[in-house]
Structure formats: structure tokens, C-alpha cells
């Protein structure tokens, strides 16, 4: 079980957290939960979101389902799964995963992960 979570910690905090020891992670961001698990911390922590959620989701299938969704996604207070969740759950479990992982966030590590043409 995880100790806790922490995202982004500052230079000072981050320098506490000798990766070395063998007792920290780095988050690649990769998280696998249940449906219900996460619908349900969403609800305790982030109770505006899942209101707006839920009113997408009951205008779904009707006639106003796009002009809900524009309203309703455009007024979710921008906050990421690490801070609106992570850091306050209980529950978290770290598997290690036996390949390299790379986020492709650039051109630079696009040409790294399928070589160069």
C-alpha cells in the first residue's frame, strides 16, 4: 500500500524523496481503477464535477445533448485526477511494470520510441 501520494511536490519537498532508497516512485500517471471506484471519489472530492458529469450524462441521448455538454463540461473547474483524487485516497496499490515508459509528450520522444525515418 501506498504511504501517500504526492504530485508535484516542490524542490525542497522533492528532495526528501531519495528515489535511490528504493522507498519512492515516480508517477508515470497511469492509473486502473473500477467505474464505480473513481465515480464515487469524484463524488466525495469533487462533488461540482460530477453534478455536471451526471447532467451530461442524463442529456445524452436527447435532443439537447450537445448544448448540455458545452455548457455543463466548459464549467468543470480544471483540476487533474492527481490532485481532485490521488493525493487524498486511501486505498492505492503501486505494481511495478516491467517495460520503459514514455509519454510521447514531444516529437523528440516520438522519434526516440519508433526511430527515425
Request: charged share 35%; aromatic share 12%.
Amino acid at each position: 500500500m501506498v504511504r501517500e501520494f504526492k504530485e508535484k511536490p516542490d524542490t525542497t519537498t522533492a528532495k526528501k524523496y531519495p528515489l535511490e532508497s528504493g522507498e519512492y516512485y515516480w508517477n508515470s500517471g497511469i492509473f486502473m481503477w473500477r467505474a464505480e471506484t473513481i465515480l464515487d471519489a469524484l463524488r466525495d472530492r469533487e462533488p461540482d464535477m460530477m453534478r455536471r458529469l451526471d447532467a451530461i450524462e442524463e442529456a445524452w441521448d436527447g435532443q439537447n445533448r450537445d448544448a448540455v455538454f458545452e455548457r455543463e463540461f466548459a464549467a468543470i473547474r480544471p483540476i487533474s485526477i492527481d490532485f481532485a483524487v490521488m493525493e487524498h485516497a486511501k486505498d492505492v496499490a503501486v505494481i511495478e511494470a516491467p517495460f520503459q515508459w514514455d509519454d510521447l509528450g514531444g516529437w523528440q520522444s516520438l522519434g526516440s520510441a519508433g526511430g527515425k525515418r
